[in-house]
Nanobody, 121 residues
Framework: QVQLVESGGGLMQPGGSLRLSCTASGSIYAIYNFGWYRQAPGKERELVAVTNDVRSTRYEDSVKGRFTASRDRDWKTLDLQMNDLKPEDTAVYYC???????????????WGQGTQVTVSS
């Protein structure tokens, strides 16, 4: 069984920094897309940053230059360094992975439980 476990988040003042981490565990053959999404109250879930299996990373326009996604050597941990936080970054942040559990199985989508990030003075 695959699990995505998130850590980090919390309350931060505008201009501050937070770091989120997501670790994938279980039977995993390959992670094709590994990323972070967020959902603010009353809004749809949106992509924040996503890395693919060749380590190319794409960011949502509003976080470019402020957020950095990085994967560790075994490719099963994805961190999100968030700098210069703004009140509009307030949301529940979700880890997402599109992965296959064996060489013969189809890839599927997996989500973490979500972690709250609140930016407020």
């Amino acid at each position: 069984q695959v699990q995505l476990v998130e850590s980090g988040g919390g309350l931060m003042q505008p201009g501050g920094s937070l770091r989120l981490s997501c670790t994938a565990s279980g039977s995993i053959y390959a992670i094709y897309n590994f990323g972070w999404y967020r959902q603010a109250p009353g809004k749809e879930r949106e992509l924040v940053a996503v890395t693919n299996d060749v380590r190319s990373t794409r960011y949502e326009d509003s976080v470019k230059g402020r957020f950095t996604a990085s994967r560790d050597r075994d490719w099963k941990t994805l961190d999100l360094q968030m700098n210069d936080l703004k009140p509009e970054d307030t949301a529940v942040y979700y880890c997402h992975a599109y992965l296959s559990q064996t060489a013969a199985s189809d890839a599927e989508h997996y989500w973490g439980q979500g972690t709250q990030v609140t930016v407020s003075s």
